[in-house]
DNA sequence: TTGAAAGCGCTAACAA
DNA sequence: TTGTTAGCGCTTTCAA
């Protein structure tokens, strides 16, 4: 049912060939200053605005830049002040985790703010055992600093950019004190949810979570405990599961929930409820008459659920908007904070009623 | 409900504060040089390759360096030879396109590739209107050739392109004949799973198609139709629903092939697919007894559904792979052809039983 | 086989 | 206010 090639309308470009030629008219500092009889010195100030320069040369000077279309060369630039006008942008690799809406999302913040400052964003694709990616980007010196878009318990990017000299900032909580962490609060946010929950009158609890070398994982798993504590409730370790990876596994932890008569299954994120919310309805129960289910993170995979989802919203650009923000202070000698916590929504809806 | 900060575990390191002093200590070529007592052009010729060099002295550089952790400086280099390595990498940034995972795959055969190169990738993010993001890449020259991850049909990124001197191959089809195209080959795809369909004894098709502004989308139908001719039916125009965008636009045009009882829809992509199972699900119509439906393209969003959905299966981290591999060969003068198309799956499932 | 020197395109002391 | 000059760290021609 595959083949390679086939005869459409396409076909005739499909044998087509073409080749490139390099043709450089680029125009550079000194075209210019030649052309205006000025030393280059002075259309460099003329462009950054640094130095004295007469408002009569400087104006002349950005007439003739404007009409000939001179642009800068940034990597010369670079040279002369040991800049890259790159970022790093580092994210994981596993497609399970790639997929995931969240790291475009943040992207998009990112780049929104390092465009502001004529900065571009350099990506890193890195797997939990492999690193080499952010290595190499690392130690070709081809970025001024790094954002990590996640952190691990055992987190080798992390682990990496300490020896390294880049400053950096990780998107997520890190165990290290010493690194930079911009992050939702998670912890809070579940223990809200978790104690309004528990105030509507829901007494017997269960968490469904994922791989518990996310930190993330570890944080909503401690906020879901807070909020038991909160209402007085001890925390059941029998009605804990982590590591939750896999479809079977999680499914698995759902049936036992039901044979225990939980009342509410908390996820730790929108794939885990998925997966839960499918076996369910394929085994006709009933939510939220015979189980409820909430979420501890929203996405439009749980956009078309019957009843619609309980869950946790956050805002991902934002992340990455305050993560860039960050990162440009703290490269420009700036004191920041170590940890800057973001909010979140709690959102009730019809599958905890 | 939100909330910006609050007492956690974590608050101590939200009050501390850090800032960033650099401290470079990179050892350069003169360094190198001055060390060995040779000079930087030996040093560069032993690590190139290029030019002659006794064996001798190229192993005790070769040594030095290894000791102490030499790396030579990718930008210094890359001003030096006219290069920047790296290349742009163009993606939408439209929410509802940012959010598929289709370009994130792409992105990983890409990087793959460009990884053996020791070239990096940078981000552009383009909008339908706004592509000065792309613009700021290409006119600041840090890249040394563009990656475009999708085709509209009135594009201003390849129209952009074109007029600019950076060599860019396009992923999708373009009208424009000029341009070097990587694309799997939608149109057979798509007439071949019609055919298939048809050879099955189903008669009445509509098909529900998404903002003909893409090129895909343009071709899938073009491809639908090819199948039907290719059986002997002639098209009707009132069974195309294109330009659906929304989901009510979706939903409408799923609820008027029910009245006209259509016995198969064909969606053009995943999203629309998804949409209209789910309001069949509400609606409690059956699939495939009341009605089938196919898709021209999977992805896990159709993962879960009961029965499992007929669909086209291509590879889109391949396209990323090749895509890239076209563009360095471009680059480097060899001659590519015109129009890559790329094989697909065809993957009959339960829904068109 | 090796090295001196010019140059890639820009910035920034220091002078004038 | 403007220009001279010396880099930034590397490649490459041309000579030795």
């Given at each position: 049912m595959a083949q390679e090639e086939k005869n459409t309308a396409d076909s005739a470009l499909e044998n087509t060939t073409v080749h490139f030629q390099k043709e450089q008219n680029k125009i550079t500092i000194d075209d210019v200053a030649g052309a205006l009889g000025v030393s280059k010195t002075t259309v460099s100030r003329a462009i950054s605005g640094k130095g004295r320069i007469s408002e009569g040369t400087r104006q002349r000077v950005l007439e003739y830049i404007k009409k000939y279309h001179y642009r800068p060369n940034v990597v010369a630039k670079g040279l002369a002040n040991s800049k890259t006008y790159n970022i790093g942008w580092v994210i994981p690799g596993e497609s399970s985790v790639t997929d995931l809406p969240f790291f475009q999302r943040c992207m998009m913040g990112v780049s929104e703010i390092a465009a502001t400052q004529d900065y571009d964003i350099l990506i890193s694709i890195v797997f939990e055992h492999d690193i080499s990616q952010l290595k190499r980007v690392v130690k070709n010196r081809k970025v001024d600093g790094v954002i990590v878009g996640r952190t691990l318990v055992e987190d080798k990017s992390i682990d990496f950019l300490r020896e390294s000299d880049v400053p950096f900032v990780v998107i997520g909580s890190s165990m290290d004190a010493e690194v930079i962490q911009i992050d939702n609060d998670h912890i809070n946010a579940c223990r809200e949810l978790t104690s309004i929950l528990m105030m509507k009158g829901i007494k017997r609890f269960a968490l469904i979570g994922g791989d518990t070398n996310h930190v993330v994982n570890q944080t909503r798993r401690r906020g879901f405990e807070m909020g038991l504590r909160e209402q007085g409730v001890a925390v059941d370790p029998g009605m804990v599961y982590m590591d939750c990876e896999t479809e079977k596994t999680v499914e698995h932890a759902a049936e036992e929930c039901l044979e225990r008569h939980v009342e509410c299954i908390m996820c730790t994120d929108d794939r885990i409820c998925q997966t839960v919310l499918n076996k369910f309805s394929r085994k006709g129960i009933g939510i939220p008459e015979q189980i409820k289910v909430a979420s501890f993170y929203n996405s439009d995979i749980l956009?078309?659920?019957?009843?619609?989802i309980t869950a946790l919203q956050y805002d991902p650009k934002e992340l990455g908007v305050v993560a860039c923000k960050t990162l440009f202070d703290y490269i420009s000698g700036k004191e920041v904070q170590k940890k800057v916590l973001l909010g979140y929504e709690v959102v009730l809806k019809g599958s905890t009623q």
């Amino acid at each position: 049912m595959a083949q390679e090639e086939k005869n459409t309308a396409d076909s005739a470009l499909e044998n087509t060939t073409v080749h490139f030629q390099k043709e450089q008219n680029k125009i550079t500092i000194d075209d210019v200053a030649g052309a205006l009889g000025v030393s280059k010195t002075t259309v460099s100030r003329a462009i950054s605005g640094k130095g004295r320069i007469s408002e009569g040369t400087r104006q002349r000077v950005l007439e003739y830049i404007k009409k000939y279309h001179y642009r800068p060369n940034v990597v010369a630039k670079g040279l002369a002040n040991s800049k890259t006008y790159n970022i790093g942008w580092v994210i994981p690799g596993e497609s399970s985790v790639t997929d995931l809406p969240f790291f475009q999302r943040c992207m998009m913040g990112v780049s929104e703010i390092a465009a502001t400052q004529d900065y571009d964003i350099l990506i890193s694709i890195v797997f939990e055992h492999d690193i080499s990616q952010l290595k190499r980007v690392v130690k070709n010196r081809k970025v001024d600093g790094v954002i990590v878009g996640r952190t691990l318990v055992e987190d080798k990017s992390i682990d990496f950019l300490r020896e390294s000299d880049v400053p950096f900032v990780v998107i997520g909580s890190s165990m290290d004190a010493e690194v930079i962490q911009i992050d939702n609060d998670h912890i809070n946010a579940c223990r809200e949810l978790t104690s309004i929950l528990m105030m509507k009158g829901i007494k017997r609890f269960a968490l469904i979570g994922g791989d518990t070398n996310h930190v993330v994982n570890q944080t909503r798993r401690r906020g879901f405990e807070m909020g038991l504590r909160e209402q007085g409730v001890a925390v059941d370790p029998g009605m804990v599961y982590m590591d939750c990876e896999t479809e079977k596994t999680v499914e698995h932890a759902a049936e036992e929930c039901l044979e225990r008569h939980v009342e509410c299954i908390m996820c730790t994120d929108d794939r885990i409820c998925q997966t839960v919310l499918n076996k369910f309805s394929r085994k006709g129960i009933g939510i939220p008459e015979q189980i409820k289910v909430a979420s501890f993170y929203n996405s439009d995979i749980l956009e078309n659920y019957q009843p619609s989802i309980t869950a946790l919203q956050y805002d991902p650009k934002e992340l990455g908007v305050v993560a860039c923000k960050t990162l440009f202070d703290y490269i420009s000698g700036k004191e920041v904070q170590k940890k800057v916590l973001l909010g979140y929504e709690v959102v009730l809806k019809g599958s905890t009623q």
